[in-house]
């Protein structure tokens, strides 16, 4: 009996292969998942108001529409914030856990694109977009 299920196992698991079927992966820099239409890009480490702070970076396999995205992301990180907004006119969803130390930023050209990257990061303290527009913009306004 269980001879005849050896012999199907193994084309199910080509055909899964076969038609993309992807586990979500785990950000090494933050231990968070990471949606499975990204691929690992690289590891950068930036100093912030005297803190070193640590971003991964990742690429989108293919154009997903940011609610989409985001709406996979609200799913696999409960008891994160979400905060929606725009940096440099592009669309820009980011999910940061209760001290703003750990976030996930994802940006799309425009509403109607799709994602096409996501950062990563750890030691970034991020409360508001406004936070996150500053730093990314290279501001030293943000540091007390």
């Not at 012999?7 to 993309?20: Q, S």
């Not at 231990?31 to 108001?49: E, F, R």
């Not at 690429?59 to 979400?82: C, D, M, N």
Request: glycine share 6%; net charge positive.
């Amino acid at each position: 009996m269980f001879k005849p299920l050896a012999h199907v196992f193994p084309i199910i698991l080509a055909a899964l292969a076969a038609t993309g079927a992807q586990a979500a992966q785990t950000d090494k820099l933050t231990g968070l998942p990471v949606n499975p239409d990204l691929t690992y890009s690289d590891l950068q480490t930036t100093t912030v108001c005297s803190t070193q702070v640590h971003t991964a970076n990742y690429t989108a396999r293919r154009s997903e529409p940011i609610k989409t995205v985001s709406a996979w992301y609200a799913s696999h990180l409960r008891g994160f914030t979400q905060i929606h907004g725009a940096i440099s006119g592009r669309p820009t969803e980011a999910f940061m856990n209760a001290d703003g130390t750990i976030s996930v930023q994802l940006v799309a050209n425009s509403p109607q694109t799709g994602v096409y990257a996501a950062t990563y990061s750890r030691n970034a303290k991020f409360q508001t977009m406004s936070n996150l527009t500053t730093w990314l913009a290279g501001s030293a306004g943000m540091c007390h």
